[in-house]
């Protein structure tokens, strides 16, 4: 009446505070990424009412972008300097390429479906992203790229550790992985000590398959 208009709290801001913050994401880093990279331009138009909330959402091709929390611990716990060279299997719809990408020094990210990394590179090229590198292929043998890697993170589901990407990581690197059943997983902190590989078990997880050599048997590809 007196275009007095309801006070409401920004919504991106309201993810970061209630999702993050509040469950223990205290990397400035990792919170800066998530105020500076806009979430909905990744989001399929018929979900952006969703976008900001606290779960994965259908990107299309029968896959998902991650619930915003799982992003910022997966990000987080790989410890990411401006000087690091990362590995992403599983680009999906390049959210957290974007979060790696606003960090690290360069990115090099993996996906099997075609039509996902092309949307993903459109998406990042039009936000301004030079320093992201994009491949099309089955990431669970590991990257084209021989890196190695400072950082290694798998977005999808592994029954076993890829031996590929563990090869791939550098002396002291951090590799985060969902490892276990098709149907649930525990997530991974693996670090490289020389010959060595140190394995923490931080958390369940659900995450959308692996598929190929080093992941579950694609059910679409059975009948061949
Ligand atoms: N981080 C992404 C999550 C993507 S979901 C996001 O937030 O949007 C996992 C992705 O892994 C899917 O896009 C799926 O197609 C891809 N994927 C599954 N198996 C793969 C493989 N062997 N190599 C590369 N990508 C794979």
């Known amino acids: 009446m007196f275009g007095w208009k309801k006070w409401k709290p920004d ?22 990424a998530f105020r500076d990279i806009p979430r909905e331009r990744f989001v399929p138009k018929e979900m952006q009412a969703h976008t900001f909330e606290d779960r994965p959402l259908p990107i299309g091709a029968g896959q998902t972008i991650s619930q915003p929390y799982m992003t910022a611990f997966m990000t987080q716990l790989l410890e990411l300097r401006d000087t690091s060279q990362v590995l992403e299997i599983g ?21 099997k479906i075609e039509e996902l990394s092309l949307r993903a590179k459109t998406t990042l090229d ?22 190695p890697f400072d950082q290694i993170v798998v977005t999808a589901a592994a029954p076993a550790i890829p031996t590929p990407l563990l090869e791939q990581l550098t002396d002291g690197g951090i590799m985060v992985v969902p490892v276990g059943e098709r149907t649930h997983q525990i997530l991974l902190k ?18 959308v398959p692996l598929l190929g050599a080093g992941g579950f048997l694609d059910e679409d590809e059975e009948d061949y």
């Open 11 to 32: 919504p991106k801001e309201e993810m970061i505070r209630k999702q993050l913050q509040d469950r223990g994401i205290m990397d400035s880093r990792v919170l800066e």
């Open 190 to 207: 693996v670090t490289r000590e020389g010959h060595d590989y140190r394995h923490e078990r931080l958390c369940p997880c659900v995450f």
């Open 126 to 147: 039009n936000l301004g992203f030079n320093n992201v590198i994009y491949h099309v292929a089955d990431g669970s043998r590991g990257c084209v790229y021989p890196g």
């Open 91 to 111: 680009t999906g719809s390049g959210y957290q390429t974007a979060i790696l990408a606003s960090i690290a020094r360069r990115v090099h990210t993996v996906e």
